[in-house]
Structure formats: C-alpha cells, structure tokens
C-alpha cells in the first residue's frame, strides 16, 4: 500500500508497517487535483454554475471576473478561519468568567493582574477582576461592525495601529466582522477585489489580538504560564501500563478540570484496582502542544506529545488508547474508523467537532466536575473491556527524550536575564543574522508529511536564522529531533556556538498555533526595545505547509503586521493577476508586509534570509 513520504523516517516505517488505512495512504488517490480549485477560479455560489473562468470564458455568467471570484473565494476562507479562532477566544473567556463566579483555580494571578492594567480594571478581588477582564473580551466580540473593537487600541503595537487606521482596517465587533464577509461573498453583491483583501486583512487583526494573543493569556489565568523545561515527545511517550486517554483540539481550558482531577489520589488507586498503574493524557494535535507548553504544572498525568494532526490516526492504532476526547478542528474524520477498529470510545465536548461516532457531551464549566468523572468511568470501563481484545505495538525508539518546551513571549525573555538585549546583541553582532518563524499546519502535500517544514528550517538554522515555531509545524520538527539541544549541530558555526554555549537548541517550540500570538508579542517586544515598526526587523515569517482556512486567517494577521510571509503552496489565487500582485508587489506599500511563494526549500529560506540581510541593512547592520 503507497505511503506518503515523511520528514519522519521512523513514524513512515512504523505506517508502512501496519494494514490500517490512514491520510498517509489516502493522499495517493487525490494526487490528481482540480486545476480550477488550485487557482481559485471556481465559482458556486448560485445555480448558473459552477463557474470555471478560462482565456475563452473570462466572466462568470453573472459577469463576475477572475479577479473578484478569487477575492470572493479568499476572503470566505479567511472569515471562515477568523471565525474558528473567534470560537476559540469565546469560548475561553465564558470559561474564565465563569472560573471568576465560582471562585475556581486561577494559576495565572500576575497575567490576571497584567490584563486587568492593560484593559483599565480596577478591582483588588482577583474574582472580580477575572470576571471583568473576560467580560472586556467577551463586548468586544459583541460589538456591531460599526463599534471599533475597544481593546485592539490597548494591545496593538502603536505604529502598527497607526498603519491600520490609516488603511481603515480596524476591526469593528469580530464576530460582526465574519458575519459580513460572509455576506459581502455571497452573489452578486461586492465586486471589488481590493476591498475584499482589505477586509481580509481586518479579519486578520481581530484573529491575531483576539484569537491567538487573548487566547493565551486567558489560558495562562486559568491554567498557569509555560515553563521552560525539558520533555519527551512521539509515539514513545505512550505508555501501555495507563489508562490513556488522547486529547485533540484547542481549547486547553476545556479539559481544565480532568486534568487537575486526575492528579488526585484516588484516581491512581481508581486505575490500580482496573489493572492499570494511573491515568494518563496523551498530547495530540494543538491541544497536545498547549498542554506540553504547560506540562510543568502536571507531569504526573501528562504523557507527552506523541505528534501532529497527521499522526493522530497513527497514535490510535498503537492500540494503547483507550478514550479519545476531541473539542475542536484538526480532529481527522479518519480517526473514526480506526477508532472503531480498536474499539476506542470518543467523547465530542463542543459539536463543532463532532464526529460521527463520536458521542456529544456539551461542555459548560458548571457542570465540569460531572463531565470529567463522566470521562473517567468511560475511560476505566474502556481499559478493562478492550486491552485484552487488541494487539499493542508502540514503537519505542520513536520521538526524543529532550526536547526543549514550554517557551513563551515571557518565558524565553526570564531566560535572557528578564530582558530582550541578549538576543538582540547576538544579532547586532551577527552571531544570529535574523529570526523566522516558521508556523502552522503539517499538509502531505508540501513534499511530504512535514518534508518541506523541516528541510526550509534546516536551510534556515545553517544560515545562522533562529527559528520560533508554533503549530503542528512543532510536532513535526520535535519529533525529528530539530527542538533537542542536539539539533546545533544543523545549524551554522555563529548559531551552533550560540545554542552550544546557551544549551538550547536551534528551533525554539513556543507551541500550538495558538503560539503565533505569542509570537507576535515577541516581534513587538523587539520592536518598541529598539524603538523602529515591526516591518524594520530582521524577522521573517513561513507556514510552509499550511492546511486549513485558519492559517490563511493567521497569515492575514501576519501580512497585517508588516512581516514578509513565505507559503511553499498558493492559497488558491494564482488565477487572478489581480489578487496576486496586490498580495506579493502591492502591498509592501501598504502594510509592509508580502507574500512570498515558493515551493522549494532551499530557494524559500534564500529568499528570507535575503530580506533579512536587506533588514539589517536597513538597521546599519552588517
């Protein structure tokens, strides 16, 4: 049966391996793609087509060009992924005003203290102050689209807010924001492709300060801040003598109490009496990242990552997990079968993710202490009924035991000595020409399962970049083996002395896509310490291998920003000249920031690492 290459020789072998069918197999079978698709020329929306716009059929049958269909079809997939990241933010602000009702766990009291100065609250009762602060997020999500969102004025970067009124991109209620992008690409309404990008930009902002930076730190109250440590990742990490129970999604605050409930004494003696020696969560996806970043504060009930959205099908045919607990995207509909196949329960806490077999148990945090011994009992009945009805085969030798995690806008900065100097005197110095981010998705389509993330981070290291990462791009790149101290060895003789000396690896693992906004604060913090705008820093930006509508929303943050932003596939607009000039020429002159495609590795990090010399340039740096 065909494989997908990997950048993950042993995690390839080990599918190659097995008889069960997982995306790894399927992708042969959809290799032949849709040239209309491809270039976003493919219009839907009424019963006159589908429309496919050619050299002999210019316009739709309403009259619609090229120009406005690609517009049209871009700005619904980025208002599609805004609207993933703004359920997200949603979600965990109710779960932090309703923390802040009860007077629950709080773990994060100084970020609670930094957000409440940051948003004008005033309130010395910290319940009282959580409650404000998600009651804050939660009215801006609200507003109507003519109500400019309050606290995108607080949390933006000053020039970067300048820049955005300017362009007259400044969000109005998000939510607002979505709903009428979705209306503005329905039929024969808006047919202007420039203010369609606009708006896609504005759905970005709203995205990024909501959706990935609120979303953080609102975890961070809850769930206590990420600690720099070391940790073991892949498959290996999955341990037989458990009951484990695999986690996917993003909504770290949803599995809050299971997890402080599973550290409790009477769970392990609860897993004793059904043969096993406790309970175990087993990192997968971005919800595995989340809780791998803030492993330090449960080492006793967390497992480790075993890997990416690609891997979860391959995590479940271990045949070690015993309940799967899905709340949200990147959970694969071909997870299910598998499932089925080793008789695996699945629990759905949000019915956005819902799957078919997959039994719906409404989250809501007043009733989290039920759900979580709901979760338990299913687990415990799963581990006895199953474990003796299924072969067991966890390659052991797959993943690393020192990988580098829990580093965050705040963490790495106390690592430094509380102070961003360090870094960026390695780089005035040229010991570290630049940053890249390299973030987002894992595709099998890019070259492979994680092929050309890999490849384009080791271009980019042994050029003497550092490289940040967030997204299942992380679990792709710790598992083989580029977040261990090790990895300095890939790097160039500047970075490899750097890593050696500081004992930290080349590629820093700031988490789940989440993390993009934490990386956004980094990109700020170096910004005002050097008092220029973001655009002028020697900082690039990759998702090589993005997958979903949401990385087009992340990437429209990241443009919104000013950073150039490197994808190895075109998000489906190469069909009107229009859309793409304005995307990879135009808009330098608007908001500094460009898209660059390029679908080889070497050529791609050639290219960053020439707009990070031209930075440095710009700096008076060598």
Known sequence: MYVCKSADK????????????????????????????????????????????????????????????????????????????LHVVENT???????????????????????????????EDVYEKAIKVAEKVLQDLYKARSEKMELVEKMAYKPRLEKWKALNILPGGAKSEVFDAIVKTSTNLSSDP?????????LGISTGLYGLTLTNLLNDVMLGEPVIRKASVGLKVIDENYINIMITGHQHSVIAHLQDRLTDEDMK?????????????????????????????????????????????????????????????CTLPGIEPIANEFMVDMICLDDVAKKSNAEHIPFTMDRDEEISEYIIEKALNSYKNRRSKVVLDIPKDHGHDDVITGVSEKSLKEFLGNTWKPLLDLIAEGKIKGVAAVVGCSNLTALGHDVFTVELTKELIKRDIIVLSAGCSSGGLENVGLMSPKAAAFAGD?????????????????????????????????????NIDIPQLPLVLSAPQWLEEQALADGAFGLALGLPLHLAIPPFITGSKLVTEVLTEKLPELTGGRLILEDEPAKAAEVLEEIILDRRKGLGLI
Request: contains cysteine; aromatic residues 6%; proline residues 3%.
């Open 194 to 202: 420039v203010d369609m990008l606009l708006h896609s930009l504005n």
């Open 93 to 123: 602000a109710r779960n932090l005003k309703a923390v802040g009702e009860r007077k629950g766990k709080i773990k994060g009291e100084k970020v609670l203290h930094d957000l409440a100065l940051l948003f004008g609250i005033d309130s």
């Open 494 to 530: 500047n970075l490899r002395v750097v890593c050696e000396a500081l004992g930290i690896p080349p590629v820093l693992n700031f988490g789940p896509c989440l993390a993009i906004g934490r990386l956004e604060i980094v990109a700020t913090e170096l910004a005002e310490a050097l």
């Open 10 to 85: 042993r995690l390839e072998s080990y599918i190659a391996g097995k008889e069960v069918e997982t995306s790894f197999n399927r992708v042969d079978h959809q290799k032949i793609k849709c040239g209309f698709g491809q270039q976003g020329v493919c219009c839907r929306l009424c019963a006159n087509g589908p429309c496919r716009i050619t050299p002999k059929s210019p316009k739709g049958v309403c009259g619609a060009t090229a120009d406005t269909i690609v517009a049209r079809n871009f700005l619904r997939a980025v208002a599609s992924g805004a609207a993933c990241y």
């Open 269 to 329: 003696k609860t897993a004793e009496e059904a043969g096993g020696k406790g309970f175990r969560l087993v990192g997968c996806t971005c919800v595995g990242q989340d809780l791998q970043l803030r492993g330090e504060h449960y080492q006793e009930v967390f497992s480790g990552h075993a890997g990416n959205n690609f891997t979860s099908e391959t995590v479940i045919s271990t045949g070690a997990i015993d309940l799967i607990v899905s709340e949200f995207n």
